[in-house]
């Protein structure tokens, strides 16, 4: 009966060594196929790849400035622009970058939400959240708790330290309207 047990306890032991590891193999892929445009651009191998930043004015948030900058990226014959907004953190930065084709969107989602702000702090929830998220995990947004709107940028996906509160959505339109512009005018 004891070497029944043992043998039974054995099997259990291969069963659940063998389970974790196909699921940390699984973890180990999704996260390499998680990749931001920016990952994919810049990481392209056999060519040359040149970064060139130009610096945009801090972005005020609510307690103190992170740095933003235009971040173009020439990749052989190919270009792409990126708007990053850095935030320092106690031991590493978090960052966004945000393709300009995504900016775009960014913009119309937040000229859409403004008007969403007043209707939505009326309403009177106990809480509400609306935001935009783009395709590599950047998030704009409010959320309105106590009577009281609060409008947030997330940089990246996924971390703690990465969320930036802004008194107001003004502030982060004419930011992103401004890269916008900045960006067109190195395209010429």
């Known amino acids: 009966m004891k070497q029944i047990l043992k043998i039974t306890a054995s099997i259990t032991m291969i ?14 892929k999704e996260a390499e196929g998680l990749k931001t445009k920016m990952d ?38 190919n270009s792409a622009y990126f708007y990053q907004i850095t935030k320092e953190g106690k031991y590493s930065n978090s960052t966004a970058s945000i393709e300009y084709n995504d900016l775009l969107e960014v913009i119309k989602a937040l000229k859409a939400l403004q008007p969403e702000v007043e209707k939505d702090i009326l309403s009177n929830p106990d809480y509400l959240e609306n935001k935009f998220v783009t395709v590599d995990g950047f998030q704009v947004g409010y959320y309105v708790s106590g009577k009281k709107a609060s409008w947030y940028i997330k940089l990246e996906k996924y971390g703690s330290e990465n969320t930036l509160f802004i008194d107001n959505g003004n502030i982060i339109e004419t930011s992103f309207v401004d890269a916008k512009n900045k960006v067109d005018e190195l395209k010429k």
């Open 40 to 77: 994919v651009f810049s990481s392209k191998t056999g060519t040359i790849t040149k970064f060139t930043d130009t610096k945009l004015p801090n972005l005020k948030t609510s307690f103190g400035v992170v740095e933003t900058k235009i971040r173009k990226i020439f990749n052989g014959a």
């Open 15 to 28: 069963l659940l060594m063998t389970n974790a590891t196909l699921l940390a193999q699984d973890v180990k």
